[in-house]
């Protein structure tokens, strides 16, 4: 991806986008909880295991991640409703 893109995306998701993202947090984490489940499912994530997480949301799913990873693994999260890059 070109650096305009990612400008763009930068742009949108530090301003309107995210504010509206987290405005309908609550909604929109319900709604795709579903696919999260099916997701965690299918990479079958085991301990010890270092996982990026890529548009995290506001966490739910990494959350999860966290837990299955365990101590030894770590979680790397990429999502603009969360600020930089975070590894938990």
Request: net charge negative.
């Amino acid at each position: 991806m070109n650096e305009h893109v990612n400008a763009n995306m930068d742009e949108f998701w530090n301003g309107t986008g995210g504010e509206k993202w987290l405005l309908f947090q609550k909604t929109t984490d319900e709604s795709l909880r579903p696919f999260g489940h099916q997701a965690l499912a299918f990479a079958a994530i085991r301990a010890g295991e270092n996982v990026l997480d890529i548009g995290c949301g506001c966490g739910d799913t990494s959350i999860e991640i966290a837990r299955r990873v365990g101590a030894d693994g770590s979680v790397c999260l990429k999502s603009a409703a969360m600020g930089p890059n975070r590894v938990i």
